[in-house]
């Protein structure tokens, strides 16, 4: 069983993925006919791989799932479903959920980087390449970062009422 530390950090961290990966997912199926389809797929599978990563080291850590963090996570991302692709304008709904999607892996890739300066107290840390997680995590958020700024001028713009 791992450091009580460790367990919450790991929960808290799951909990925020069970939310990117449930946005990721809803703005693949939301976005698909439209010319971010192809862009929201492809991240929505880079990320729910990440995602079961996350929950086969937290298994095999012994780490016990909450079920609090994790319905909250299902139901908050539920709710919010409707801001990032509810209405008429696909530009601003994707510049948001690229926002949103920027942030939740810019902390994705601060766990991996925290998980590998305690890869030596965890046996089972070996077992991942937790450089190539930081990798893949950081090309990521550089490539949501090109497509929020390129999406920027059309979702902010066209919606200005100025």
Not at 24 to 37: L, P
Not at 82 to 106: C, H, Q, R, S, W
Request: charged share 25%; glycine share 8%.
């Amino acid at each position: 069983m791992a450091y009580k530390g460790l367990e919450v950090y790991l929960t808290d961290h799951l909990a925020g993925a069970t939310a990117g990966v449930n946005l990721a997912r809803m703005a693949a199926q939301a976005h698909r006919s439209h010319e971010h389809g192809a862009f929201f797929g492809e991240i929505a599978s880079e990320i729910s791989a990440d995602f079961d990563t996350l929950e086969q080291l937290l298994a095999q850590l012994g780490v016990k799932k909450s079920a609090t963090k994790t319905a909250a996570a299902e139901i908050g991302s539920k709710l919010m479903a409707p801001k990032f692709v509810g209405g008429d304008d696909d530009e601003l709904n994707a510049f948001i959920t690229l926002e949103t999607l920027y942030m939740g892996i810019e902390g994705k890739v601060s766990m991996w980087k925290a998980l590998k300066t305690v890869e030596d107290a965890y046996p089972t840390l070996a077992g991942y390449d937790l450089d190539e997680l930081i990798a893949r995590g950081e090309s990521q958020r550089e490539r949501i970062e090109e497509a929020r700024l390129r999406v920027a001028p059309q979702a902010l713009a066209h919606t200005a009422t100025v």
